[in-house]
C-alpha cells in the first residue's frame, strides 16, 4: 500500500471510528483489539486497529461467540458449511458421501489463499488474497457449489454492515437513486468506504449492498437506506423536502410508539386541518386499489408521523419514545379514541451494555490474545 493510501485509509476509518462512536455508544463500551496474522492485507489490518471489533462489527461472522480471527471464524463457519451435507440433496449435488467429504469439496473451491468470513443458511463468504491485494475482494458460495463476487472490498462490506447493524430502528428504506445533490459530496468516510453520504444534520444517505451480475460493477441502486441519529432529526429532514420527493419517505415503524385512532380528525391526513401537515398519497392494497394517505405534522411541539387507508376510519400515529406521554395527553384532550397501541423496538445499540455482557466480551478477547500467542492484560 503506497504512503499517500495508506493516509487516506487511516484518516477515513479514523473519521469513521469517530463516527460509529457517537452513534453507537454500545460499540465504544464493548470495542477491543483485533489479532489478525502479521501478513493479514495491510487495509484488513488497518481497519481493525483504527476502528476495533465489538458485536457492530459482526458482517464478517455470524454468532455471539465470534470474533474475525482465524480461531473464531473458522469453526463457526465450518460448522455452518458441514450442516449443508446433512441434506442427501447437497451431498448429491456435490457427489460426496459425507459432511467430512463435502468440507474436502468445498475447500478444494477456494482460492489457495483465503479467509473465511460469515456463513448463513445456505451461503458461506471468504475473502479472495491470493493476488496480494491490500484490501482483498469478498466472494460468496453457496449450498449448490456456486462462487459468485460478493463485495468488491473486504474494508467496505465490513463497514456498510456496521452501518446496518447499528442504526437498527434508526434507519429507513427509501425508493430510487440516493439524491444527486448528496452524490455530488464528498463521502465523509472515503476511501474506507465510499456508499455513504451526509443528508443534513444527523442523516446519512447508505447506498445499498452492490449487487454484482456476471463480475460487472453494480448499477445505480434502486433504493438505500436514511441513517439518522434519532427520529428528531429525521423528522427535521423530511419535513424540509420538496413535495416531490416527500413520497419517497416514512420513518421505521418499528422504533415509534403506535397508535391506532378512530376519527382522528385533527390528525387525519387525509383531509389536514394542521397548519403545516405535509401529506402525499400513494397506492396501497394486493392490487393498488386503495389509496394510503400518509402525512407528518409537528403539534403543539410533538412530531408526529401519520397514514390512513382510504375508506377506513381509523388513523395510526407514530410518536417517538420520548415523547409517547405527551401525545397520549394529546389525544384524549382531543378527544380521541385510541383502541390499539403497540410499544417501540429497543436501540441495542444505544444502551450501555451490562456487566455481564462486558465479562463475555473480555473472556472472548482474552481467548483471541492466547490464541495470537500473547501474554498479559
Known sequence: ???????????????????????????????????????????????????????????????????????????????????????????????????????????????????????????????????????PPVLELDSSGVVRPSWP????????????????????????????SARELDPPFAPALARCWPLGEGVWALGACPAFQDGAPPKLEAEWSALYQSPAHYFRHVMALPQEELRRHFVNAYGMHYLAVNDGKLLDPERPSVPGFRSYTRASGAHGDRTLHRGLAEVDGLRLWME??????????????????????????????????????RYRFTVAPRAAQLAAVRKLHDRARAAAGLRGP
Not at 481497519?47 to 473458522?74: H, K
Not at 434507519?171 to 444527486?180: D, E, H
Not at 376510519?313 to 410518536?319: D, G, L, N, P
Open 1 to 135: 500500500m503506497s504512503g499517500a493510501r495508506r493516509t487516506a485509509l487511516g484518516e477515513g476509518l479514523a473519521r469513521f471510528s469517530a463516527w460509529l462512536d457517537a452513534f453507537a455508544p454500545r460499540h465504544r463500551a464493548l470495542r477491543t483489539p483485533v489479532y489478525l496474522e502479521p501478513d493479514a492485507p495491510a487495509a484488513m489490518r488497518a481497519l481493525w486497529e483504527v476502528v476495533g471489533f465489538s458485536d457492530a462489527m459482526l458482517p464478517g461472522i455470524s454468532g455471539d461467540e465470534t470474533r474475525p480471527e482465524r480461531c473464531f471464524a473458522d469453526p463457526a463457519t465450518e460448522k455452518v458449511i458441514r450442516s449443508w451435507f446433512a441434506d442427501p440433496r447437497v451431498r448429491e449435488r456435490w457427489g460426496v458421501t459425507s459432511a467430512a467429504k463435502g468440507m474436502e469439496a468445498v475447500r478444494a473451491k477456494l482460492p489457495a489463499r483465503t479467509r473465511w468470513l460469515r456463513a448463513v443458511s445456505r451461503w458461506a463468504f471468504f475473502t479472495d488474497e491470493t493476488s496480494g491485494a491490500d484490501d
Open 153 to 180: 472490498s473486504y474494508v467496505e462490506m465490513v463497514l456498510w454492515q456496521a452501518c446496518t447493524n447499528v442504526a437498527e430502528l434508526r434507519a429507513a428504506v427509501v425508493a430510487g437513486p440516493v439524491p444527486a
Open 308 to 345: 390512513k387507508r382510504s375508506g377506513t376510519r381509523a388513523t395510526f400515529v407514530y410518536a417517538e419514545p420520548e415523547q409517547f406521554a405527551a401525545v397520549k395527553a394529546l389525544l384524549a384532550r382531543e378527544r380521541l379514541e385510541v383502541y390499539e397501541q403497540l410499544r417501540p423496538r
